[in-house]
């Protein structure tokens, strides 16, 4: 399998984009989710096959994938954004998550 | 409202094997894939394996030869099992479902549900 590299660590100031990435040699071939996943809960799923909202997941969240990275983007973010971020993916039939992603907002 | 709720022993001691059942109430089993994830104390997430409701089985490499993952249709549960532990199995463990996007097709799905996770803890 391959991995999916996410940066550790990354903040924002309230109303700002924030843009997270996922990179990995292979997610052209597959479909990409994102997970936030705030102290002590279980993850939540924001986006699934690359840019589809779950309902009831706001509009600000929006994904894409370019082939080789997949990107969150957080418009407008909110304080209630911060939390840890995870992006998922496919290596043939093998669920892959990225090491996470640790938003800020300040 | 579908609900998933993970259910075992929070304590296992090493080279044992760790038991979890995964049940699931306000919707079937049947029609969807089911994945067991794990989260070390601190860490991120990790895939274990996981199961369509016809019992076809997939699970991590880096597990495989440990992992045995099975369905109780008729009583809407899934179940894992993880033999010979350690410290490194220390977590707490997710179960999931693949129910958004393809269903039938792992690769296009989401996690839409998910458990609200259970701490095992390997020590003797």
């Known amino acids: 399998s391959y991995d999916l590299t996410q940066p550790p660590s990354m903040s924002v100031s309230p109303g700002q984009t924030a843009i997270i990435t996922c990179s990995g040699d292979?997610?052209?071939?597959?479909?990409a989710s994102w997970y936030q996943q705030k102290p002590g809960q279980s993850p939540l799923l924001l986006i699934y096959?690359?840019?589809k909202r779950p309902s009831g997941i706001p509009e600000r969240f929006s994904g894409s994938n370019s082939g080789t990275t997949v990107t969150l983007t957080i418009s407008g973010t909110q304080a209630v954004d911060e939390a840890d971020y995870y992006c998922?993916?496919?290596?043939?039939?093998?669920?892959?998550f990225g090491g996470g992603t640790k938003l800020t907002v300040l | 409202q579908v609900q998933l709720q993970e259910s075992g022993p929070g304590l296992v001691k090493p080279s044992e094997t760790l038991s979890l059942t995964c049940s699931v109430s306000?919707?079937?089993?049947?029609?969807?894939?089911w994945s067991w994830i794990r989260q070390p104390p601190g860490k991120g997430l990790e895939w274990i394996g996981n199961?369509?409701?016809?019992?076809?089985?997939n699970s991590n490499p880096s597990l495989k030869s440990r992992v045995t993952i099975s369905v109780d249709t008729p009583k809407n549960r899934f179940s894992l099992k993880l033999t010979s532990v350690t410290a490194s199995d220390t977590a707490v463990y997710f179960c999931?479902?693949?129910?958004?996007?393809?269903?039938?097709?792992?690769?296009?799905?989401?996690?839409?549900?998910w458990g609200q996770g259970t701490l095992v803890t390997v020590s003797s």
């Open positions: 199961i369509y409701y016809t019992g076809y089985t």
């Open positions: 999931a479902r693949h129910g958004l996007g393809r269903v039938d097709i792992v690769g296009a799905t989401g996690l839409d549900h």
């Open positions: 292979k997610l052209g071939d597959s479909y």
């Open positions: 096959q690359d840019k």
């Open positions: 306000g919707g079937s089993i049947s029609g969807y894939y």
């Open positions: 998922q993916a496919w290596d043939n039939s093998f669920m892959l």
